[in-house]
Structures are given as C-alpha cells and as structure tokens.
C-alpha cells in the first residue's frame, strides 16, 4: 500500500512540474496570482501537501530560471525604504534606478512600464511618496505611471 502512494505521488510531483513548465513557457515572469493557482491546483488536482507543491515549484523556477514576482518584490522593497530613507519620499532618477534594477532582478523578465507599476504599487503599500521633480516640481511623472 504504501509503495502505491509512492508511485501515485512520484507521478503527481512530475504532472504537477510539467504544469509549471507550461505556465512558464511564455514568460519567464510568474507573478502572485499564477503562483497561488499553481500551489491551489497542486494541492487540489496532483493531492500534493503545500509544503511539497512549493518545493516542486521552486526547484522546476530554478532549474528553468523563472522569476518570482513575490521574491523581487520583497528585495525591492528593501532597496526603496532605504533610499526613501526618514522622508519616505522617492525621486524620479531614484524611481527609475530601481525600476532597472527590479528589470536586472529579474533577468529582464519585467518589462519597463509593468517594472514601474510593480515599483508604484510598492510604494502605495508601503506608504512612499514621489519627490517633486522637472521644471514645474510637480509629480506629474508618477502619477502617469498607471496601475
């Protein structure tokens, strides 16, 4: 009975890696709400444990170089709180540096304008302000970074 389960979950484990493998074949990029429903069919469909669907998924990220938009997102995080510093406030160049670092992060996975808007949302969550730039010292140039 139990060397049944083995097989039964050996199998399950290879479905379920193929999954990712296809999910991944368009874009190297796998954001919040794709790796939840990965982890939710592993779950449900494959009868993986959680804990066993994230270690299949990582290591299939790993092995095939996707990106994790959670993962970036946490690094980049760090880096705008550090250069917001006291004021909690980012400016454009500042704003722009990171948006291509979060691009290096992720092996340019992120294209330049969902770079900005993932670099805005950050912001909005985290309670950062843009810093007035351009000749009229407005900020106009974050607010036409839609989201």
Do not use: H
């Not at 592993?42 to 996707?66: C, P, Q």
């Not at 997102?73 to 454009?92: C, E, N």
């Amino acid at each position: 009975m139990a060397a049944d389960d083995m097989v039964k979950n050996d199998d399950s484990v290879r479905r379920f890696a193929d999954l990712v493998k296809l999910n991944g074949i368009g874009r190297r990029l796998i954001d919040r709400a794709e790796e939840r429903r990965l982890l939710e069919d592993a779950v449900t469909k494959f009868n993986l444990s959680l804990d066993e669907a994230r270690g299949v998924l990582r290591s299939v990220a790993e092995d095939n170089s996707y990106v994790f938009e959670s993962d970036s997102g946490k690094r980049i995080q760090q880096v705008l709180t550090r250069l917001a510093g006291r004021s909690g406030k980012v400016s454009r160049r500042q704003f722009l540096r990171v948006a291509q670092i979060l691009r290096d992060i992720s092996d340019n996975a992120i294209s330049e304008p969902e770079a900005k808007r993932q670099l805005k949302r950050i912001m909005i969550e985290n309670g950062m302000r843009p810093r007035r730039a351009g000749l009229f010292r407005s900020r106009r140039w974050y607010r036409r970074i839609e989201l």
